[in-house]
């Protein structure tokens, strides 16, 4: 038997392989005590694993299960999957806007990867021309890959990476930048280059897919066609997540970045704008603003690029009968700020009172959060709010917990005085913190079906 | 100068009423740094602080203000509000349905609170009946004040308390249950009497306020009427949320009691049912089930009370570039129990796999949820997935992490045995696990619309 045959299995999983006389390619169904999985067994890399076998699913989704459960394996055929992508030189043409991408990892524009046994992006040109050939109508497309890493493996050395490569580029002429990313933590990313970022000239797109371009369903291509119009002909030059649209395929959406979240595990319509309503639609025709304040692309090259970061920053996610030792254990491990994400409009059980008291007399810089996502801290309106600012827990109105850490990191990089940090914290820079949530910014944005927009214009919430 | 005009103002707040001629019940306008506030100067209780100046604005909000930070008062007029409730025999009818109010805290039904310059609840069945005669149309109401405590403050000694009222109250013969509860935990006590109440033959239903019924938008009285007709005439014999319709006040929905969550921080609608449509719309005159796979009301008088609780179990709420030093805390505090709220379909980044090693080997039972809130976790897909799986950390499905968080304290209540409570961790009492989550149980029901919902069916996410 070749090696070809059990391409990159070794061990207990090529065992089971050989046992039940099955090989890469070959579909079948695997019995184990936990049920039967079909599917078709894919080639692993000489780095993988050896104890899983790694079979792609009917659904699309490719699933490991571990050699030591599989009880028997039945075939029912062999069909090879070609993964190569055909490249192609992706066209030149003088009159078109310039855009670049990065590559940070995750699964836009992507293929199977025999190490994972999930997906690999593409990320040469000719590559992306030749899987997505509609990209050379819209501009001049220049990649780079910075780093390849899982999005939530994300950190400040990428930040940071990213945050300059963007300044140099913008400085050098481009007319847009596109950030291919991982879905899992794009919103993280997007808030924090919100405030790195400053003032761009150009828009700054990021984008993902949820289901990779191997899988029939993949949103890989609609949103990438998007996300480059947008940075090459859109007007809005803010830091955008550009994702599929609510309730159809008809249109994407553009996010601003620091108002976004990820509030689906599957769905491709997992990114959704909270408290307000998004940036704009768009289609492979246009750009539709859904609102006016955006910031204007400029001719300039203009760009505040500030990178400060303090990684000794955490969440604290409120539950009924937290205990005070959760608090002082992160004063003890040497956490400089707290971002709380407490209850209703913003509250915390009175054992830990005296544990924040602790906490804010070590210096430790705490902000006050609401996990309902929706509406805005609230501490004036009950004792136990008054009682919770009185041991100095700033109120952050309505940013959402994850934006707060993201910035709560950034302005401890620049100053741990406490009115600083304060101001700060209090002055929005991308829409973090808003006057008010407008009543259609609340769970569903239904700006694409009118009638549904008109009937909700005409009802209380 | 009375007492009466500075009615419960000592030191610094009623110096300053003193220094710009104003007392309580007058109609005022107070300037800060912060800016003016307009409104009525509340008096307080002889145990309120001295360092705030309480009024009620026109929000119907009651805010204290510091009074060190008042630069200037005007008065515009002086108005009396009565809070008094008119007190009422309840009526008993021998044909009607008798149900058991249980109080607990909260704003339902509730008045000023000098105290607190917020509200307290009416609790005996002749206020009750006085201020939402209503009740007495729908049933013979006995009312307990089992504790008074803010929502945010409750814990297994509240829990478990009410979970033994219910039983007896149960077995004594009564016809339904309601819990007035404050609204910023209420789901959270909603799932833990999920798990300590089983197999109850009449309906138990929790009910709160959003604004208090001093407020001319209160949803208390609403809110109440539903609840009690839930009780005594429902036929859903669970644990179940009566709060406020999503998009009118037209009617209210009954909310199965571990797929519930509070979604905004002010909103009368702020409860939905996540991944999953309601049990049933409520309104004065009927109830109308949107689904018939509930628990029905039953003659019997058999209930399970089980009331095991271990405390040292802890949320994790995953941010990228977490450090392993914050679960080697937990484990070091002696925490036997950890819920990770993970990224995407249940992430978290490398550099914290081997303090989760740690984690798992020195005993504690770690479980995976989504932060997403909407969605499964699917550990399969990526083979970071599986890594985590190998480190011992279980995937909870599509058990949100409040559930997942009270459902662990109630499962190592009863075992330590890891086999045991993965056993009990993975198998659904109440719809905490579901085998799917259907499209309308994404972000908002729209049952109420039968346009919206039509459309939505055609439609895909």
């Known amino acids: 038997m070749s090696d070809k045959r059990f391409q990159g299995y070794r061990g207990p999983g090529r065992a089971v392989l050989e046992r039940f006389d099955v090989g890469v390619w070959h579909d079948v169904v695997l019995t184990t005590g936990d049920g039967s999985f079909a599917g078709l067994i894919l080639p692993r890399s000489e780095t993988s694993d050896d104890r ?21 394996i039945t075939e029912h055929g062999r069909r090879e999957i070609n993964y190569e992508i055909p490249e192609k030189a992706f066209p030149f043409d003088k009159h078109k806007p310039n855009v ?14 025999y190490r994972t046994g999930a997906v690999i992006p593409a990320f040469s040109p000719g590559e992306l021309y030749g899987s997505v050939p509609e990209l050379a109508d819209i501009c001049n497309l220049t990649t780079e890959k910075l780093y390849g890493v899982f999005s939530e493996n994300m950190g400040p050395e990428q930040w940071i990476t990213l945050a300059n490569r ?33 003032d761009s000239p150009v828009p700054i797109v990021m ?18 066609i998007h996300a480059v119009k947008a940075a090459a002909e859109g ?24 108002r976004v979240r ?6 491709r319509s997992a990114f959704r704008t909270l408290g307000d309503i998004p940036l704009a639609m768009i289609d492979s025709k246009s750009i539709s603003p859904l609102r006016q304040d955006f910031k204007p692309r400029r001719k300039d090259r203009n760009v505040t690029i500030n ?8 969440i604290l996610y409120y539950y009924p009968n937290m205990q005070p030792d959760i608090v002082d254990a992160m004063v003890e491990k040497g956490y400089r700020g707290i971002v709380i994400a407490g209850t209703g409009l913003g509250h915390v059980n009175k054992p830990i009172y005296a544990a924040l008291q602790r906490a804010t007399d070590a210096g430790v810089h705490v902000y006050m959060t609401v996990q ?5 801290v609230q501490m004036y309106v009950y004792e136990t709010g008054r009682e919770i600012m009185g041991l100095g827990v700033t109120p952050a109105a309505n940013m959402l917990p994850e934006v707060a850490y993201m910035k709560l990191c950034w302005a401890l990089g620049q100053t741990t005085d406490r009115e600083e940090v304060k101001k700060i914290m209090l002055t929005p820079v991308g829409d973090e913190i808003t006057d008010r949530e407008p009543y259609d910014g609340y769970l569903i944005f239904q700006g694409a079906i009118p009638e549904v927009e008109e009937f909700l214009r005409t009802i209380k919430r």
């Not at 309902?372 to 805005?376: E, F, I, M, Q, R």
């Open 52 to 72: 899983h076998i790694v079979i792609k699913m009917e659904t699309g989704y490719n699933v490991g299960i571990l050699a030591d459960t599989i009880t028997n």
């Open 100 to 113: 670049t991408l990065f590559g940070t990892g995750g699964t836009i524009a992507s293929r199977l990867d």
């Open 166 to 198: 963007i300044g140099e580029e913008i400085e050098k002429g481009v007319d847009g930048i596109v950030i291919g990313h991982g879905t899992d933590t794009m919103h993280h990313t997007a808030a924090i280059l919100s405030f790195m970022v400053q």
């Open 207 to 224: 984008v993902g897919s949820q289901r990779s371009s191997d899988r029939p369903s993949s949103d890989a291509a609609f949103n990438l």
């Open 235 to 258: 007007n809005i030059a803010e830091v955008i997540v550009c994702m599929f649209g609510p309730t159809s395929d008809e249109y994407g959406l553009l996010h601003r970045g620091a």
């Open 262 to 267: 990820k509030m689906h595990s599957s769905y």
């Open 307 to 314: 990178t400060a970061f303090e990684e000794r920053v955490t």
């Open 372 to 376: 309902t996502l929706w509406g805005y």
